[in-house]
């Protein structure tokens, strides 16, 4: 039984462009989250995904969009990057949004943007 | 605002030694306290997680106290081991489906 699996496994870009991360959820898992992790600090929730539509959004800009599939595999785009979105990328998927549905995270994306 | 606070940043400990990490929350709304363990290269993966029904819970080496008056909950490591030797994140949430909101982390570091 797979995980949850994220591609690519790094990423190098610099300013200005855009980027797509993909995640593929354990099976049986419906719902994906995205969340940033800068170096040194914890993960930081950028939004979450059921059902096809955006559930909740943390405080991220509109410059981070999302989507889901009827696969619920999953994306994130980021435009007009900046520096301080380097960060490592993270995924993870649940079983729906209930009090006992644990999340369970990818390995992430490592994002540079130079 | 921070909402999250987790202390200390980081602890050196003796193979067999305890490990205590501490995490302070804000959000009365909170019903749901985990404990991540996250090894370099590798994404959280969780360790315990305990709700507010109960003051304690023991899985293994590893045991969650929760504090609701406070709003404080701790991780203890039991008889710690190099292997246990990673950064430890809190990260309370509605549910646990929902939103995790994650704490600085602690970075344990067992010497054998």
């Known amino acids: 039984d797979a995980g949850v699996t994220q591609s690519p496994t790094h990423l190098i870009k610099t300013r200005g462009q855009q980027v797509t991360l993909r995640c593929s959820p354990k099976s049986g898992h419906d719902t994906v989250s995205w969340y940033q992790q800068a170096l040194g600090q914890g993960p930081q929730f950028i939004f979450q995904?059921?059902?096809?539509?955006?559930?909740q959004r943390g405080n991220f800009p509109d410059r981070f969009s999302g989507h889901q599939f009827p696969n619920y595999s999953s994306e994130l785009n980021v435009n007009a990057l900046l520096l301080g979105d380097s960060a490592l990328y993270l995924c993870a998927s649940s079983a729906g949004l209930g009090i006992y549905n644990e999340q369970f995270f990818g390995p992430g994306t490592r994002l540079t943007v130079l | 605002q921070q909402q999250v606070k987790q202390s200390p940043q980081s602890l050196i400990v003796q193979k067999g030694g305890i490990s205590i990490i501490n995490c302070a929350y804000e959000?009365?709304?909170?019903?749901?306290f985990p404990w991540y363990q996250q090894f370099p290269g590798k994404g959280p993966a969780l360790l315990i997680a305990?709700?507010?029904?109960?003051s304690e819970k023991k899985e293994g080496r590893f045991t969650i106290s929760f504090n609701k008056s406070a709003k404080q909950f701790s991780l203890h490591i039991m008889d710690s081991q190099p292997g246990d030797s990673a950064t430890y994140f809190c990260a309370p949430s509605k549910a646990a489906g929902n939103k995790l909101t994650f704490g600085g982390g602690t970075r344990v570091l067992v010497k054998p």
């Open positions: 305990i709700r507010p029904d109960v």
């Open positions: 995904y059921y059902e096809e539509e955006e559930r």
């Open positions: 959000n009365t709304a909170f019903d749901y």
